[in-house]
C-alpha cells in the first residue's frame, strides 16, 4: 500500500500504474492509484520486491508530464502492512525546465 504524489507540489496523482516485481524484475502484482493517490497490492508472498511507478498510462491528465521510477528493496513477510509511498518528479522537458536553463547532451 502507498501512496503517489507529485513531488513539487505533493499534489495526489491519480491513474498511475503500480507494479511490483521479484528479483527477475517480473511483474507479480500490479494495480492503479486512485484519486487521491492510494494504491495497494494484495496478495503477495514473503520475499522482496521492487516497485514501479508508470505514468504513462495515468488518467490524470498531467500525471504522464512525470518521470517512471522504482523504489527497490521493499520487503513483505505475513501478517503485516508494507507501505511505499513516492514523490514523481517532473519529466526533463523544455515546457517545464526553469527560464534561461539549457539542456544537456551525452
Known amino acids: 500500500a502507498g501512496r503517489v504524489t507529485a ?5 495526489s496523482l491519480g ?3 503500480v ?9 507479480v502484482g500490479a ?17 522482496s520486491y521492487s516497485v514501479r511507478f508508470r ?4 488518467e490524470d491528465g498531467d500525471v504522464a508530464a512525470y518521470s517512471d521510477t522504482t523504489v527497490r528493496g ?6 503485516t502492512r ?12 523544455i515546457a517545464n525546465r526553469a527560464p534561461g536553463a539549457r539542456a544537456r547532451t551525452s
Open 82 to 93: 508494507v507501505f511505499a509511498g513516492v514523490g514523481l518528479s517532473l519529466r526533463p522537458t
Open 55 to 58: 505514468t504513462a498510462t495515468g
Open 19 to 27: 507494479e511490483m516485481l521479484d528479483a527477475t524484475e517480473a511483474v
Open 15 to 17: 491513474g498511475v500504474t
Open 31 to 47: 494495480g492503479a492509484t486512485a484519486a487521491d493517490g492510494s494504491y495497494a497490492i494484495e496478495g503477495l508472498p514473503e520475499g
Open 7 to 11: 513531488a513539487d507540489t505533493r499534489r
Open 74 to 79: 521493499v520487503v513483505v513477510t505475513a501478517g
